[in-house]
Structures are given as structure tokens and as C-alpha cells.
């Protein structure tokens, strides 16, 4: 089998690279090292395949989605049953990569479609929206923890302005939709 993919573990400050031709790399996630990369997989006509990860892939997809390259994102547990069928054990970033690029060869992954700026908007709202309330809730807890007092009274104002900012998200939402 051709290896044709490039496996990409994606973390927070870089990414692990498994390119078939050039074999494993690390690369900081800065925009300008992002861009130089999504460049070179469209010139190579290469699928890149990396994990979806909570958002900490967003730099790289959109990186890869400006230069028009192809790319594959797939669901970590996935990724973590493929590695199991065959028969890697080993969990390190470098690793991590190369199983993603032979994923990418086994599996014949197709592209994702990039997504629209309406519907990445609607994303990123979501997103927020999901923040905004795991916060309220955890400031909630908060308020049980504490005496009466100028503490209570600002946790109290931080809940309300949570709800506000929920609010907000939530007709803007309705707007999009």
C-alpha cells in the first residue's frame, strides 16, 4: 500500500508530524509554521489526518482549510480503537502521528468538507455558550461554599453576569438559526 496521508497528533504549543516521505517532525503552532505546513500538504496533494480535540486542533484545521488543503478530522476514540486493532500499544505524540497517517491509508479516509463561516460561527457559539454555563455552574457550587458577605455578593454579581452573557449567546443563536 502507497502511503499517502500525514498523521498529525495535535497538542496546545505544536504538532507531531508523520509525513510518508520525510517520517516524524515536530512543529510549533504558531499561524505563520501552520500556514507553511497546510501549504505543503495541498502542493503534495497529501490527506492529513488528525484527531478532533476539543478545539486545540481549530488553529490546524483552519490553517489547512486557507490553504485548501485536504484533511480529515476523526473521532479520538476511533483513532484509539484503530491503534488497538493494530496493535499499537504505545501512546507517545510521534506515535500518536504515525497511527493517524496509516488510519488515513487503511481506512481510504475521505476529506472533510471545510466548514462554512456560518456554520464555524454557529460552532463557536455553541461553544461559548457551553463555557459560559459550565462556569455559572461552578460559581454556583461556589456560592454554597461561602459565608455571607462581600464575597457572596461578588460571586452572586459573577452568576448574573453569566446568565446575561448566556442569554446573549442564546439570541444570537436563535438569530442563526
Do not use: Y
Request: glycine fraction near 6%.
Amino acid at each position: 500500500m502507497t502511503e499517502e496521508c500525514i498523521g498529525v497528533d495535535v497538542s496546545k504549543r505544536w504538532i507531531d508530524v508523520h509525513h510518508p516521505q520525510t517520517g516524524p517532525a515536530r512543529l510549533a503552532t504558531e499561524p505563520k509554521v501552520l500556514r507553511s505546513f497546510a501549504r505543503m500538504a495541498r502542493r503534495e496533494g497529501r490527506l492529513v489526518v488528525f484527531e478532533a480535540s476539543g478545539g486545540v486542533d481549530a488553529p490546524l484545521r483552519a490553517a489547512l482549510e486557507g490553504a485548501g488543503a485536504s484533511f480529515a478530522r476523526v473521532n479520538p476514540a476511533r483513532a484509539r480503537d484503530f491503534a488497538r486493532a493494530s496493535g499499537r500499544l504505545a501512546k507517545t505524540d510521534r506515535v500518536d502521528a504515525a497511527m493517524l497517517a496509516q488510519m488515513g491509508d487503511a481506512l481510504r479516509l475521505q476529506p472533510d468538507a471545510p466548514a462554512s463561516p456560518a456554520r464555524r460561527a454557529l460552532q463557536e457559539l455553541m461553544a461559548r455558550r457551553r463555557q459560559l454555563v459550565e462556569m455559572r455552574k461552578q460559581e454556583r457550587t461556589r456560592l454554597t461554599q461561602v459565608g455571607p458577605g462581600e464575597l457572596h455578593r461578588w460571586i452572586r454579581r459573577h452568576v448574573t453576569m453569566l446568565g446575561a452573557q448566556i442569554a446573549l449567546v442564546e439570541k444570537r443563536l436563535a438569530q442563526a438559526a
